[in-house]
């Protein structure tokens, strides 16, 4: 298996803009969440997902951030309208068996926002 | 609010040398603990997991849990730079729905 596959690898859009994060997780895996990593903060839970329907969403700063998984093998994590401080590394992982388990993550966007 | 506490270093420890790392946590009823480690610029893997006191022994690394403490370590006997990397502790909490919480990770250099 590929991996946990995120696209793009980088993005940089402006204030104001929508920007679309993808993820496939490892097949199999009935487990996908999405992080937010940047220095002051850490690594943060967003949301995830188990068997494609969200059950911790609690993580997400704002209405400005939705999530979908329409299919198991398919994510995505939408900032709409984006803000300079979205700025950060989002990692999208995956797991067979849920949050206590190990999680395999994908290489991550690089989201700027200017 | 349920926490990871780390000290962020570097940490910089002669090659050959025991690293030990770590990990503070805010809720006695954690039952998994787990070390990721991040190259920079890269994604976080596991190297560990631990669910009870004690040690745990996985070829170099040994990590220590100790939950009346509320503390979480990792040791890495014969330091190799290689291992220069972010360490990061992460703590299952429950109550509610179970989520994984991170530390903002412990920077380690190994010195050549």
Known sequence: ?114 | QKEVEQNSGPLSVPEGAIASLNCTYSDRVSQSFFWYRQYSGKSPELIMSIYSNGDKEDGRFTAQLNKASQYVSLLIRDSQPSDSATYLCAVLFSGGYQKVTFGTGTKLQVIP
């Not at chain 1, 704002?62 to 900032?79: C, Q």
């Open chain 1, 1 to 114: 298996d590929a991996g946990v596959i995120q696209s793009p690898r980088h993005e940089v859009t402006e204030m104001g803009q929508e920007v679309t994060l993808r993820c496939k997780p490892i097949s199999g895996h009935d487990y996908l969440f999405w992080y937010r990593q940047t220095m002051m903060r850490g690594l943060e839970l967003l949301i995830y997902f188990n068997n494609n329907v969200p059950i911790d969403d609690s993580g997400m700063p704002e209405d400005r951030f939705s999530a979908k998984m329409p299919n198991a093998s398919f994510s995505t994590l939408k900032i709409q309208p984006s803000e300079p401080r979205d700025s950060a590394v989002y990692f999208c992982a995956s797991s067979l068996q849920g949050p206590g388990t190990e999680a395999f993550f994908g290489q991550g966007t690089r989201l700027t926002v200017v």
